[in-house]
């Protein structure tokens, strides 16, 4: 209970004539004695005096309370029985009159209306205008609850409802003058007064102003370094007298250090300590804030000194109000080149680093928590940062001062990171965005071919504030979960400007063999997964193959693409064997997938190289790894030319980067030809981007043979050498890290910065062909792998008791067949020699 003085209960027992008993029986198990209602201190009586009644029988006599004393406020626990307005009654019915009669004679008579002053608790949505439920708005918990909570436990906070009683306040117009007595005078209804208490501050202890953001510092090392989840060393902010939202990290750096950072437009490192943080409170001047762990009160504050002096400072935190006022603001970004509004993603920021982000867009998404098939779209988070995706205009609040936004639009603009100032009056901003670069001009598009959880006007939304051309929604399955089912179509969906196409297609996933996306579909592929968690469901059985999706795929003209290559490796060997397979997907930058893709390409087989971002969650950008494609001159951009083209490896991926390979002059996914013998052939490479890069290479049949770096970083490295080729070979380039090593975006990932082409190929002589003995191996034992799976441990049901989607009588034999033929296939090419 607090201490102070500035809130005094009224000792109402020789007053109370009215028992428990004049509730419902539901509502008789109150909390009695001394309680709070919003931090304020009332005292409740219990049994056979319980309550100061009025009227319908409860007393028909005034009730006179003597006070005696100066006060600001009466704050009275109220509330109507039997409220007529259920029935049709009037509103506004005078219920009681509560007269104040001050020192020097003057009387101040107040009518208790129905609805305004008062009200009865029983029904939602009949609260009164002029009082509050007894209980505050407060937070939901913040890291455990209940599943059947998990969707509104986003809306972060609970309306509050009455418990008992609504509070009332009668604020004294001449507070100098003392109180002499209270009088209570019964009206038309019943009415029953908990308790009384006197306001001796000047406030109104009832409402705010409004939340502002205050900052947090921990000066203990140790509790700063802890991490800020979930746990019992959670830091939470509290306040008596008011709320306070959730404690949020903010960043360690300084405004200029951010400004100054090679990264802008895609986000920041996020600070995963408990210190500084930031809350929003919204309390009254007698207020106690508390900053506090599951386990122990790290300090209190008086919000009266925070308000006076903007900070306090103690042994053990640093508290200060980081606002002075706000503007609501309308925001435009326009393209330098146009000056028409363009899609984009804007974060705002004050120079403290406390989010400000437009209206109907989050500060936080998901409340800083893990946001997989929930608060997916509108919204990205990179590490510290929260972006909103805008047509181009949004409002807002903003602090009146120095704010710092960034803003980013794909890799084709330069994202824009800068200090702009909010004056007083203020109303509108107007930011420019520069395209530095125009790859549809060039013939590339660009498309993301692996997105989930989306929907499809959320998708063009966000492709076209990401500067994509394609975005392929991926229908699928997880466990017991169906996702994106009324996103199919069949068809491609278009923007009005004809240059961004969304297709709902499919995912379709087995967890040991592998996944597989299944573009350009007219109709779905069944089963979408098969053969139990975390793809299909508990307890299912083998029903299907990859292989039997992608002849499904292939004969509506269907693209067939494995994801996230070669994970999981199971069927990859022998769809890849057997021609079955269109492009692989790498979407992370680490040695094993490019060892993986140059074996198969060392092996012979042509696979044209996607990138995809594998989107299940506002942490990834959509096609933040994207695939451009190549079109030929005077070829129209549509959905089935992009598809084609990706099929003929006219493609590079990027996380950032942008490449240009050239052999010869022959472009990626053509094929040099050189006479018997070789030769040497011109190589041309360009990387440029907006994220700095450190190394461009050249792989030549999985060698370097050619590199150039730059140890500081830079936006433009270019190669051109003369490389010999002796043989039938492929070549590719890439761009990173130092060294090709990655530096990692702040996607929820962590994934590398990089780009890779497909092979331009070198023929020698003759029609390019290679085959890799110890490649061709290893695939062959793959697929040996996946029969034995398919034979031994894939749980079946009896022939006897289903019949199955392809309609064979033989199960077994439709499994095995796929890997079958791969087995042929490389044992024929390894001459026989298994």
């Known amino acids: 209970m607090p201490d102070d003085e500035s809130y005094q209960p009224l000792d109402l027992t020789a007053y109370r004539n009215t028992p428990a008993a004049a509730l419902a029986q539901d509502e008789r198990e109150v909390a009695v004695g001394l309680q709070l209602f919003h931090g304020l201190p009332f005292r409740i009586g219990e049994g056979d005096a319980a309550f100061v009644g009025l009227g319908e029988t409860l007393s028909a006599t005034r009730v006179s309370i003597p006070v005696s004393k100066s006060v600001y406020t009466v704050v009275f626990a109220h509330r109507l029985v039997g409220s007529r307005i259920f029935d049709g009654g009037p509103l506004g019915l005078p219920c009681a009159e509560y007269v104040f009669h001050l020192a020097n004679g003057t009387q101040h008579s107040v009518v208790i209306r129905d609805r305004f002053e008062v009200a009865d608790i029983a029904s939602w949505g009949t609260k009164p205008f002029l009082a509050v439920p007894d209980e505050k708005d407060r937070l939901q918990p913040r890291w455990r609850g209940s599943w059947a909570d998990a969707g509104v436990r986003q809306t972060e906070s609970f309306e509050a409802h009455p418990r008992n009683y609504f509070l009332w306040r009668w604020r004294n117009p001449t507070p100098d003058v003392p109180l002499a007595h209270i009088e209570l005078i019964p009206g038309e209804a019943k009415v029953l007064i908990a308790a009384i208490t006197l306001g001796m501050v000047d406030e109104d202890p009832l409402t705010h102003s409004g939340v502002v953001p205050v900052r947090i510092e921990l000066k203990s090392k140790e509790l700063a370094s802890r991490p800020l989840d979930v746990g019992p060393n959670d830091v939470q902010v509290e306040v008596d007298r ?80 980081v606002e002075e006022a706000r503007n609501w603001v309308e925001t435009i970004v326009v393209d330098d080149a146009t000056g028409e509004p363009v899609p984009c993603r804007v974060h705002f920021r004050s120079v403290e680093g406390v989010p400000y982000q437009p209206h109907g867009h989050h500060a936080h998404v998901a409340s800083n928590q893990d946001s997989w098939h929930r608060d997916v779209g509108g919204d990205l988070r990179l590490g510290q940062l929260t972006y909103a995706y805008i047509d ?69 939304r966000e492709a076209q504030a990401e500067d994509l051309n394609v975005v392929n929604l991926l229908q699928s399955q997880w466990g017991s979960l169906f996702t994106n089912t009324e996103d199919f179509i069949g068809e491609p969906v278009t923007s009005r400007d004809r240059r961004t196409v969304v297709w709902t297609n499919q995912e379709n996933r ?19 997964c098969s053969d139990g968690p975390s793809e299909a469901a508990l307890g299912s059985t083998l029903d299907t193959t990859l292989a039997a999706w992608a002849d499904a795929c292939h004969a509506q003209e269907g693209t067939v693409i494995l994801p996230h290559f070669p994970l999981p490796n199971g069927e990859p060997a022998a769809l890849v064997a057997t021609g079955r397979v269109d492009a692989v997907e790498m979407i992370i930058h680490a040695p094993f997938n ?132 002796d043989r039938n070979s492929w070549l590719c ?26 092979p331009i190929y070198v023929a020698v002589g003759d029609e390019w062909s290679m085959a890799d003995p110890g490649g061709l191996e290893y695939l062959l034992t793959l697929v040996e792998g996946g029969l034995a799976y398919v034979r031994g441990l894939a749980p079946r049901r009896s022939a006897d008791r289903v019949l199955h989607h392809h309609g064979e009588a033989d199960h077994q034999a439709f499994l095995e067949r796929p890997f079958l033929e791969a087995q042929a296939a490389l044992q024929a090419r390894l001459g026989g020699r298994r």
């Not at 794909?410 to 395209?435: D, H, M, V």
């Not at 990692?744 to 780009?755: E, L, M, P, Q, Y």
């Open 510 to 528: 087995q967890h040991l063999l592998g996944h597989m996306i299944l573009l350009g579909l007219r109709e779905p592929v069944y089963p979408w």
């Open 392 to 460: 181009g205009r949004c409002q807002g609040w903003l602090p009146r001062g120095d704010v710092i936004v960034d803003v980013a639009r794909g890799f084709e603009y330069t994202p824009l990171r800068q200090r702009i100032r909010i004056e007083p009056g203020q109303r509108r901003l107007e930011l420019r965005l520069r395209r530095w670069t125009n790859m549809n001009a060039e013939g590339w598009f660009s498309g993301d071919t692996h997105v989930h959880f989306l929907s499809t006007q959320g998708s063009l």
């Open 594 to 725: 490019h060892l993986e893709y140059y074996r198969y390409l060392n092996s012979g087989y042509r696979l044209p190289l996607v990138g995809g971002t594998d989107k299940m969650s506002s942490g990834v950008a959509v096609g933040q790894y994207r695939t451009y494609v190549h079109l030929a001159e005077g070829e129209e951009f549509t959905y089935a030319n992009w598809c084609r083209n990706l099929r003929l490896g006219r493609t590079f991926l990027s996380g950032g980067p942008l490449l240009e390979l050239s052999i010869n002059g022959a472009q990626i996914g053509d094929t040099v030809r050189l006479p018997a013998g070789g030769g040497t052939v011109s190589v041309v490479a360009t990387a440029r981007s907006i994220l700095p890069i450190h190394s461009l290479q050249v792989v030549q049949n999985g060698e370097i043979v050619a590199q150039t770096d730059d140890s500081a970083g830079t936006a433009e490295l270019s190669i051109r050498a003369e490389v010999n080729v």
């Open 242 to 321: 008011g709320v306070a939202g959730y404690a949020y990290p903010l960043s360690t750096r300084s405004a200029e250090e951010f400004l100054a950072d090679a990264f802008a437009g895609w986000g920041e490192a996020a600070n995963t300590t408990s210190s500084p943080l930031y809350a929003e409170v919204a309390a009254v001047p007698s207020a106690t804030l508390e900053i506090k762990t599951d386990l122990d009160t790290i300090d209190t504050i008086n919000w009266s000194d925070v308000l006076n002096n903007t900070s306090v400072e103690t042994e053990r935190v640093s508290v200060a109000i």
């Open 733 to 758: 380039a890439r761009v990173g890290g130092p060294d090709y090593a990655p530096i990692a975006h702040f996607d929820t990932w962590s994934r590398g910065i990089f780009a890779h082409t497909s």
